[in-house]
Nanobody, 125 residues
Framework: QVQLVESGGGLVQVGDSLRLACAAS????????MGWFRQAPGKEREFVAH????????LYADSVKGRFTISRENDKNTVYLQMNSLKPEDTAVYSC??????????????????WGQGTQVTVSS
């Protein structure tokens, strides 16, 4: 069973950039479609971005489109989330998720079976 570990979170200022990484172990990442989700205090978990197995197809939430980029390096068993022009409303715990058998569009939590613990991103104004 694949295990996922996120890294790269931190405290940044408005307009700054961060790159999150999701490292997989216990399985070949190329076998999984991947997603990033986030959850702010007192709010529901929300979809951020999705990438298919090869990296040739991506989806983004409207709130991050044009600012965030999801990518993957299957040879390194790692998926990334490049976040630019960060805003205070991007503050949340960011988690990566994996699925071998995507049945939906990859925009719902229920589309994924495996989850990391998350990494905190705080954007200060």
């Amino acid at each position: 069973q694949v295990q996922l570990v996120e890294s790269g979170g931190g405290l940044v200022q408005v307009g700054d950039s961060l790159r999150l990484a999701c490292a997989a172990s216990g399985g070949a990442l190329r076998s999984y479609a991947m997603g990033w989700f986030r959850q702010a205090p007192g709010k529901e978990r929300e979809f951020v971005a999705h990438i298919n197995w090869s990296g040739g197809s991506t989806l983004y939430a409207d709130s991050v489109k044009g600012r965030f980029t999801i990518s993957r390096e299957n040879d390194k068993n790692t998926v990334y989330l490049q976040m630019n022009s960060l805003k205070p409303e991007d503050t949340a715990v960011y988690s990566c998720a994996a699925t071998m058998t995507l049945r939906g569009w990859g925009t719902h939590s229920s589309d994924y079976e495996h989850w990391g613990q998350g990494t905190q991103v705080t954007v200060s104004s």
